[in-house]
């Protein structure tokens, strides 16, 4: 299957969880996770309508950022990884969304680096919904100061929530965990309704339909249209 292929049928599986929930398709936004790939595969999903590419990598996607600017293609580049205080100022400069924020450290530090002619920097807080010690993230209480944090910071413009929800293929673990993601973002909504608070990052290839059924506005698709990622490439 093509890359351009894949994406059709990821876009047709979104089109059908979303009629199943009773949702409008253009309420979800696919993002396609492009970490470890080359230049040419995301060309090719350039090619077939894709604009929307995250990367976990912070030099990696900068690469790329770097790359296709050369060549005139305007894409839309998210930062889907843990990142740490060093490399802020990359993802301040080249990056439009930064989906992983979980410390007012960082947001601080995105926000001084944050170029003055760019539009601020789209953020959503990563919350750690399945509570793991591996996991980024913050516990669902802290998720309002940090909020209220980055709604000081002029450079940064809050748009809603981001989580990766421990792996499982038991469909109720699933839900559960996508329908706390849903309540918390509802409550950040009710709390900051004069921000753009629009996204509710979550779901990817193994649990996309329930997180869309649960209410998810953007799923990050990597391996289905990609295929296997090289991690010798990271």
Known sequence: MTISQALTHIKQQIQNAAEQSDRKTDEI?????SKTKPNDAIFEA????QLAFGENYVQEG???IRYFEAQNIQLEWHFI????????????????WMQTLERAKIADRLNEQRP????????????????????SGIAPPDMLPLAEHICQLPHLRLRGLMAIPAPTNVLTEQQNAFTQMA?????LKAAFPNQQIDT??????????????????????GTAIFGARDYHKA
């Open 29 to 33: 936004r696919l993002l396609a996770v």
């Open 62 to 64: 900068v690469d790329k």
């Open 46 to 49: 350039y090619q077939a309508g």
């Open 200 to 221: 509710l990052s979550m779901g990817m290839t193994d649990d996309m339909q329930s997180a869309i059924q649960c209410g998810s506005t953007m799923v990050r698709i």
């Open 116 to 135: 003055q002619e760019k539009p601020p920097l789209n953020v959503l807080i990563q919350i750690n919904i399945s509570d793991e010690a591996s996991k």
């Open 183 to 187: 309540r918390l973002f509802d409550k």
């Open 81 to 96: 990884g843990p990142l740490q205080s060093n490399k802020t100022r990359l993802v301040a400069e080249h990056f439009d």
